[in-house]
């Protein structure tokens, strides 16, 4: 056989081996939407920490008379998106590329309630059928392909429901006693969440367990950081007369997380943030991008966490000069 024809017919071989390992990485977003005059859907890809990214509509399709839609060929392993009937930047873009500062406030539900958002890990298809409104959309999946994205959503819709603790995030009490409150509510969200697959960074569970461990981490710092501000300046300045505050922040290296989550991205901030503090012994709530902060953010960081923070620290500088 001449040699040349078998090189060419071993890179057919492989290409096709190739292209068809990309297509079985495809997937397809159908279904029905009620309650809109839209002839347009689009979904958007959401990265918390690349918002100032404007490529985030990946894909635009036509709504049916009868409202069908369909995304064909989508490639969206490990992927947080979102769809919608207009064309606008992803809530968290609009925030944080014009005030980073406010990274600490709100609540990932108000983010993601409003219009279907969908945490993709493995699923080859996802059919859903989707009203809209003029306030908080909802989902259903007939045929059960989009089952994990409708608990995703659930989640969202009652996580602000506190009721299995005397957990108190509306008043001043005794710092350590609402902590531990605390850990009785993230204890029972994970187990009413029921997550087996938490070790698979890039798995649904694992993103789940990032915003609902992490999210009550955030919650309660950002309650304590607003009632005990002269115990956390103490702390701050001296962090070895009681390691309570400073071991919150330890938590950050303990599990490998999710990196599309949001809470993710706002406990970087604050892990960031606090080192910014010991340094400053001082408390702030947050430090402009600079030089400083980037080099003090390299050095506390590390591995995928360093990267995709100071590639969005970089950016950031750039912005404001």
């Known amino acids: 056989m001449n040699l040349n024809f078998l090189k060419i017919c071993v890179g ?24 809109s005059k839209s002839k347009m859907i689009y979904l958007n890809k959401i ?18 008379e009868n409202g069908e839609f369909k995304f064909n060929s989508q490639n969206l392993s490990s992927e947080l998106v979102s769809l919608s009937t207009e064309k606008f930047q992803p809530y968290t873009y609009q925030i944080y590329s014009v005030a980073p500062e406010t990274y600490y406030f709100g609540n990932c539900a108000k983010f993601f309630i409003a219009i279907p958002t969908f945490y993709i890990s493995n699923e080859k298809s996802i059919n859903i059928n989707w009203h809209e409104t003029n306030d908080i959309d909802s989902i259903s999946s007939p045929d059960n392909t ?33 902590w531990e409150q605390m850990l009785i509510e993230k ?22 367990y990032s915003e609902i461990y992490l999210g009550h981490l955030n919650r309660y710092l950002k309650w304590f950081e607003h009632y005990f501000p002269d115990t956390v300046g103490t702390l701050v ?14 938590e950050y290296n303990k599990h490998t997380w999710n990196s599309k989550s949001l809470e993710y991205y706002k406990f970087t901030e604050r892990y960031v943030n606090h080192f910014m503090n010991l340094e400053s012994k001082k408390f702030e709530n947050y430090y402009e991008p600079s030089e400083k902060k980037r ?27």
């Open 237 to 250: 300045g001296n962090p070895s007369s009681d390691t309570f505050y400073s071991n919150i922040f330890l």
């Open 146 to 178: 989009g089952i994990l994205q409708v608990k995703l959503r659930e989640f969202y819709l009652n996580s602000d429901k506190m009721d299995v603790s005397k957990l108190d995030y509306d008043k001043k009490i005794d710092f350590k006693t609402n």
């Open 47 to 64: 990265d918390h920490f690349d918002y100032f990214n404007d490529e985030y509509t990946i894909d635009s399709t036509s709504v049916s």
């Open 295 to 321: 080099k003090l953010a390299e050095k506390v960081l590390e591995g995928k966490n360093e990267k995709i923070y100071l590639t969005l620290i970089d950016k950031q500088m750039k912005k404001v000069i």
């Open 12 to 35: 057919i071989i492989l290409i096709s081996s190739c292209n068809s390992q990309k297509d079985s990485e495809k997937m397809v977003i159908s279904g029905k939407l009620f309650s």
């Open 187 to 208: 204890e029972f969200d994970l187990k009413a969440a029921n997550l087996d697959n938490i070790q698979n960074e890039n798995s649904f569970d694992n993103y789940l």
